[in-house]
């Protein structure tokens, strides 16, 4: 089984940047549409951003547009989340995700990175 592991969460004052790195577990591993959700406490996971490996098009939530940008190394397999003028709302536990094929649903899963941001 394939695993994806975040990394790169933790404090930040609100206005600051955070990139968070999401890697798979597995040199061989490769997945045509990888993305980001996010869960804050309280409240139901939901949708940050996503990238096509193939070409690279991206789509984001409107909450985070103009703000995060989604990038991928596809050497190194590894998707990425620049987050800038960070909010207190942005506060959350990070989730990469990848679909197993075209179409697919989110199958794969990391641990998830905590992103905290004080105002």
């Known amino acids: 089984q394939v695993q994806l592991v975040e990394s790169g969460g933790g404090l930040v004052q609100a206005g600051g940047s955070l990139r968070l790195s999401c890697a798979a577990s597995s040199r061989t591993f490769s997945s045509p549409l990888m993305g980001w959700f996010r869960q804050a406490p309280g409240k139901e996971r939901e949708f940050v951003t996503r990238?096509?490996?193939?070409?690279?098009?991206?789509f984001y939530a409107d909450s985070v547009k103009g703000r995060f940008t989604i990038s991928r190394d596809n050497a190194k397999n590894t998707v990425y989340l620049q987050m800038d003028s960070l909010k207190p709302e942005d506060t959350a536990v990070y989730y990469c995700?990848?679909?197993?094929?075209?179409?697919?649903?989110?199958?794969?899963w990391g641990q998830g990175t905590l992103v905290t941001v004080s105002s």
């Open positions: 995700a990848a679909v197993a094929e075209v179409g697919g649903r989110w199958k794969y």
């Open positions: 990238i096509m490996w193939n070409g690279g098009s991206t």
